[in-house]
């Protein structure tokens, strides 16, 4: 599955600002962030590294396992891939991205009932993935009548988590005249009674982030928490962006 986000949007510069984070505030949640940018950029044996000291600190905080079973189902080592997300099962039982992982897992030890068993269950929670239904389908000895138009012909839809979402909304393959269009349009002031779009909101947030302008995707979202002061992505989103501003 792409990280679109880190690999296009993580310049250096932000890695090692969160290197610095988690270095002095060692219980930091940042610690998966900044593995997940490491295992994007092939450092994959420094980014279980930092998983396995932030695990110490936060043993409950499920992006945490996530990471770690990324990383090591990068490596090949798919038992350990199996438990990092059985943990986030444990914790999180309605999981999208850990059932995804569940099912490739499945897949690659020949477990296709047990694959088949996993990916309907993350279908439940995306039932517009036309990767899912390829694989579902694929599983039954089925074939696929009709694709939802959700994705790009030669990619899909990727199944994607909540916090995931949140980093990757709208964050495609787009040119740049494109992109500025995109944010001109998240710009536009709701019409009256029309209540703005969260994914908009928070997209824009990213696309300032992308660029630097920490203080702005900060303030975009200040906004978003005002609307949502229940959303525990986007206060960790914020709370990480008024740090990387320190």
Not at 2 to 27: G, H, Y
Not at 216 to 232: K, T
């Amino acid at each position: 599955m792409p990280a679109l986000f880190w690999r296009r949007f993580t310049p250096m510069s932000v890695l090692e600002k969160l290197q610095k984070i988690c270095d002095q505030n060692p219980t930091s949640i940042l610690f998966a962030r900044l593995a997940d940018g490491l295992l994007q950029r092939g450092e994959v044996a420094r980014a279980i590294e930092v998983c396995r000291r932030g695990l110490r600190y936060r043993p409950s905080y499920t992006a945490g396992h996530v990471v770690m079973g990324k990383c090591y189902h990068a490596t090949g080592d798919y038992e350990e891939a199996r438990l990092a997300f059985q943990r986030v099962l444990q914790l999180d039982d309605g999981h999208l991205i850990a059932h995804w992982y569940m099912g490739k897992i499945a897949l690659q030890l020949g477990r296709d009932d047990l694959a088949l068993k996993y990916f309907e269950q993350a279908h439940v929670r995306d039932p517009f993935s036309p990767e899912l239904i390829d694989q579902i389908f694929k599983l039954k000895g089925e074939e696929v009548e009709e694709k939802q138009d959700n994705g790009p012909e030669s990619g899909g839809s990727e199944v994607v988590s909540g916090s995931e979402a949140f980093a990757q909304a709208l964050l495609e393959e787009d040119d740049e005249d494109d992109l500025d269009a995109l944010v001109m349009s998240l710009k536009r002031e709701p019409k009256s009674g029309e209540e703005a779009p969260v994914i908009a909101t928070t997209t824009l947030a990213e696309l300032y982030a992308s660029q630097g302008l920490i203080p702005e995707a900060i303030a975009v979202l200040e906004q978003v928490i005002a609307r949502e002061p229940d959303n525990e992505h986007i206060v960790a989103r914020l709370d990480e962006l008024r740090n990387l501003s320190e």
